[in-house]
C-alpha cells in the first residue's frame, strides 16, 4: 500500500518571520484601502495613511528575513509568502497611489501596470535563480536588477508631491496628449523603476 501524502497543516507551518511577512501584506493592503478612501472623500489625511503605510511594509519587509536569520527558523512558504507580500506593498500599492495621486491616464495606465508586472517577473525570477546566484555559504550575494522595495523611492518622491501641493492637475511636467489618450511625463520614473528591475545587467549587492 502506498502511504497517504502527509496533510500539510497551514497554521503549524508558519513561523514568527511569517507573521511579519503578512504584517508587510497588511499594510500594504491598507495602503490600497486608504487610496480608495481618498478617492471618494478627498480627505488628504487618508493619502498620508496611504504612503505612510509602504514605509512601515518595508520594515516589516525587513524585519521578517532577520528574525528568520536569528532563529535559525524558516517556513517552506515562507519565500513564496515573501514574493506575494511584496507584490501587494512594493508593486500594486505604490501604483495605486500614482493613480489616486493623478496618473489616470490612458498612457499613464499603461505605464503603470507594466511597472507591476515587472515588480512580479522579477520576484519570480529571483525565487528562480536563487540558488544560482547563492554562494559557498547558500546566502545570495547580489541581485539582478533592482530588489522590489526600491519602489519605496517613488512613493517618497509621490510624497513631496503631495506635501507640495503637486498632485491631480497639478502634477509636476504637467499633461500631454499622445495618439489620443492622456500622459504625464512623471510616470517615466514609474517606467524606469520597472526596466530596472528586470534588468539582468544590473547587479546589487545583497547585505
Not at 6 to 35: P, Q, W
Not at 120 to 147: Q, W
Not at 179 to 196: I, N, Q, R, W, Y
Request: aromatic share 12%.
Amino acid at each position: 500500500m502506498t502511504e497517504k501524502p502527509k496533510r500539510f497543516s497551514m497554521l503549524r507551518e508558519f513561523r514568527l518571520a511569517d507573521l511579519f511577512t503578512l504584517a508587510n501584506a497588511a499594510f500594504g493592503t491598507v495602503s490600497l484601502f486608504m487610496c480608495l478612501a481618498f478617492l471618494e472623500s478627498h480627505n488628504s489625511s487618508f493619502i498620508w495613511v496611504a504612503i505612510a503605510c509602504l514605509p512601515i511594509s518595508f520594515v516589516a519587509d525587513g524585519i521578517d528575513g532577520w528574525v528568520a536569520r536569528k532563529r535559525q527558523a524558516w517556513s517552506r512558504i515562507g519565500a513564496d509568502l515573501d514574493s506575494l507580500a511584496d507584490v501587494i506593498s512594493f508593486g500594486v500599492a505604490p501604483a495605486v497611489l500614482a493613480f489616486t495621486l493623478g496618473m489616470r491616464g490612458g498612457w499613464d495606465i499603461v505605464v503603470l501596470v507594466y511597472f507591476v508586472l515587472c515588480g512580479i517577473s522579477r520576484l519570480a525570477r529571483y525565487n528562480v535563480t536563487a540558488e544560482e546566484l547563492s554562494g559557498e555559504d547558500g546566502k545570495v550575494k547580489y541581485f539582478e536588477g533592482t530588489p522590489i522595495p526600491s519602489s519605496l523611492i517613488l512613493v517618497i518622491i509621490l510624497a513631496i508631491a503631495v506635501w507640495t501641493g503637486a498632485i491631480g492637475t497639478d502634477l509636476w511636467f504637467g499633461e500631454f496628449a499622445f495618439l489620443g489618450p492622456k500622459f504625464h511625463p512623471l510616470v517615466l520614473m514609474f517606467a524606469v523603476s520597472g526596466s530596472a528591475m528586470v534588468s539582468s545587467s544590473l547587479r546589487i549587492p545583497k547585505p
